[in-house]
């Protein structure tokens, strides 16, 4: 299983961007899809995640403002982050739990301006 994310950037406070993250391989039973991410000095946190069955679930610094959506069919998830905030500046990395097996892609840069 290899993922690709993909959608990452430079963009102004209050901006919008849309990081994708495609899932290859032969995969059954996906446990959930998420994004996390890492800002310098800082561990790697939850921003959100999406189950099987379709549950979502984000970190309350992102609520209202992210959304976390995924196409069954393509393996694929999707995160649509609108109101940038300069503190939402990290590297983004999606992770696959496949039959609790862990999946991680290699990240990509999300940079906000003030």
């Known amino acids: 299983v290899q993922l690709q994310a993909s959608g990452g950037g430079l963009v102004q406070a209050g901006g919008s961007l849309r990081l994708s993250c495609a899932a290859s391989?032969?995969?059954?039973?996906?446990?959930?899809m998420g994004w996390y991410r890492q800002a310098p000095g800082k561990q790697r946190e939850l921003v959100a995640t999406?189950?099987?069955?379709?549950?979502?679930n984000y970190a309350d610094s992102v609520k209202g403002r992210f959304t976390i959506s995924r196409i069954n069919a393509k393996n694929t998830v999707y995160l649509q982050m609108n109101s940038l905030k300069p503190e939402d500046t990290a590297v983004y990395y999606c992770?696959?739990?496949?039959?609790?097996?862990?999946?991680w892609g290699q990240g990509t840069q999300v940079t906000v301006s003030s």
């Open positions: 999406v189950t099987g069955g379709g549950i979502t």
């Open positions: 992770r696959l739990v496949v039959t609790g097996i862990d999946y």
């Open positions: 391989g032969i995969i059954f039973n996906i446990n959930y």
